[in-house]
């Protein structure tokens, strides 16, 4: 089993960064992949970025491809995703989750509760 907490969401300006956080408890989480998706007020959620358990394979969406940075700590038990140049259409709740990985929600069998990115223009 395995927990996720996601942190680090809040209000920022457009052109603004925001690093999120995603604290796992459970020691399988070294061992999956992990994803950000997010979900605004009457969208579908949407794929964010994705990354293998070793770090070694990276993937994102069209929408954020060359501003979003994703990236993990395994010993720390930890996922992250640095966000730059925010664009008030990043306005959303941002999910993290655990699984098999990529972009497919069916792929991930744990979902944190999320945290809401707020971009003012």
């Known amino acids: 089993q395995v927990q996720l907490v996601e942190s680090g969401g809040g209000l920022v300006q457009a052109g603004g960064s925001l690093r999120l956080s995603c604290a796992a408890s459970?020691?399988?989480?070294?061992?999956?992949?992990m994803g950000w998706f997010r979900q605004a007020p009457g969208k579908e959620r949407e794929f964010v970025a994705a990354?293998?358990?070793?770090?070694?394979?990276?993937w994102y969406g069209d929408s954020v491809q060359g501003r979003f940075t994703i990236s993990r700590d395994n010993a720390k038990n930890t996922g992250y995703l640095q966000m730059n140049s925010l664009k008030p259409e990043d306005t959303a709740v941002y999910y993290c989750?655990?699984?098999?990985?990529?972009?497919?929600?069916?792929?991930?069998?744990?979902w944190g509760q999320g945290t809401q990115v707020t971009v003012s223009s």
């Open positions: 459970g020691r399988t989480f070294s061992n999956r992949a």
């Open positions: 989750a655990a699984g098999l990985g990529v972009s497919d929600t069916n792929r991930y069998f744990y």
């Open positions: 990354i293998s358990w070793s770090s070694g394979f990276t």
